[in-house]
């Protein structure tokens, strides 16, 4: 799976839009970007995935580059409960190959009144 | 809540131990997956079943196996246990092999190796 590169933290204000950037530069044509989070020691929690057209759903929205190299998640109005650390994970696609999520380091989003 | 499930939400033993957690997938999921989740290797793929049948590996010691029973339900066993493997064990479940099928991550089972 190619690698990806996120930003160690950020902050953002309640209320606010959260933009957590991804770069994937390496990402190949079958792969997948994926947005998982992780509240504290819970299990980590599916947000949003994409190939290549921009996708949204109640909780995120997932802005993909078109040459497919970086990508964009957007929380449109954090909250006190948003804050988490955020892994962006490239995926490849393909049936019947292991299909394992490797994890980053992620981005620590902190969310602040 | 996810709709996975894994028991016991704690666990704390002695080094040279055996111990078992159990999950549970959502329902109609097939495929299962034990993570792990140490403060210093961050979370770490161990393990994939997909209908009964191993499917992949990941960095997981010879110590640890794992298995997936016919009613789909996983166990992952850790023997002669060492203070290095405490950590958060976490398992997921999806519908199928394919990277198209997001997984779903139970709440995990912290381990204590005294």
């Known amino acids: 799976d190619a690698k990806t590169t996120q930003p160690t933290s950020m902050d953002c204000a309640e209320g606010r839009a959260a933009n957590l950037p991804c770069n994937h530069s390496t990402i190949s044509g079958n792969e997948y970007v994926y947005w998982y989070r992780q509240i504290h020691s819970q299990g980590p929690q599916y947000i949003i995935h994409g190939l290549k057209n921009n996708e949204t759903n109640e909780m995120a929205s997932l802005i993909i580059t078109e040459d497919r190299k970086s990508s964009t998640l957007i929380l449109p109005h954090a909250t006190l409960r948003d804050t988490a650390v955020y892994y962006c994970i490239v995926r490849t696609i393909n049936t019947g190959t292991a299909s394992k999520l490797t994890f980053g380091t992620g981005t620590r989003l902190q969310v602040t009144l | 809540d996810s709709g996975v499930t894994q028991t016991p939400k704690h666990l704390i033993t002695a080094t040279g131990q055996r111990v078992t957690l159990r999950c549970s997938p959502r329902?109609?999921?097939?495929?299962v997956y034990w993570y792990q989740q140490s403060l210093d290797q961050g979370l770490q793929f161990l393990i994939q079943?997909?209908?009964?049948?191993?499917?992949a590996k990941g960095n997981i010691l010879e110590r640890f196996s794992a298995q997936q029973f016919p009613d789909l339900h996983s166990e992952l066993n850790l023997s002669s246990l060492e203070l290095g493997d405490s950590a958060l064990y976490f398992c997921?479940?999806?519908?199928?092999?394919?990277?198209?099928?997001?997984?779903?991550f139970g709440p995990g089972t912290r381990l204590t190796v005294t």
């Open positions: 329902s109609g999921d097939l495929s």
């Open positions: 079943y997909y209908n009964g049948e191993e499917r």
């Open positions: 997921a479940s999806s519908l199928g092999l394919a990277g198209t099928y997001e997984q779903y």
